[in-house]
Nanobody, 123 residues
Framework: QVQLQESGGGLVQAGDSLRLSCAASGRTFSGYAVGWFRQAPGKEREFVAGISWRGTSTLNADSVKGRFTISRDNAQTTVSLQMNSLKPEDTAVYYC????????????????WGRGTQVTVSS
């Protein structure tokens, strides 16, 4: 069982940066890929970025390429999402999720989920 906790959300202005963190408890992220997803009001949850269990492979949604960067620490306890040049359309609740092996863009492929952290970007 992997328990996930997101942190780092907040209210920022367009063009600002935020760094979200996903921490594992109960066990480390060792052997698990981690994905970040987001859900805006009235919209479906969507994939944002993912990183493989070794950190050697990453995926990004087209909407965040060049702005968001996913990374994981060597101790395999935290996965971060660095978000730069934020836009109002990035406003959403951001969730991290974990699955064994390689990341996936599909929500249904993930076994464990955090409760989310709110990111609000004002124009």
């Amino acid at each position: 069982q992997v328990q996930l906790q997101e942190s780092g959300g907040g209210l920022v202005q367009a063009g600002d940066s935020l760094r979200l963190s996903c921490a594992a408890s109960g066990r480390t992220f060792s052997g698990y890929a981690v994905g970040w997803f987001r859900q805006a009001p009235g919209k479906e949850r969507e994939f944002v970025a993912g990183i493989s269990w070794r950190g050697t492979s990453t995926l990004n949604a087209d909407s965040v390429k060049g702005r968001f960067t996913i990374s994981r620490d060597n101790a395999q306890t935290t996965v971060s999402l660095q978000m730069n040049s934020l836009k109002p359309e990035d406003t959403a609740v951001y969730y991290c999720a974990a699955r064994p092996g390689y990341s996936s863009r599909s929500l249904s492929d993930y076994d464990f989920w955090g409760r989310g952290t709110q990111v609000t970007v004002s124009s």
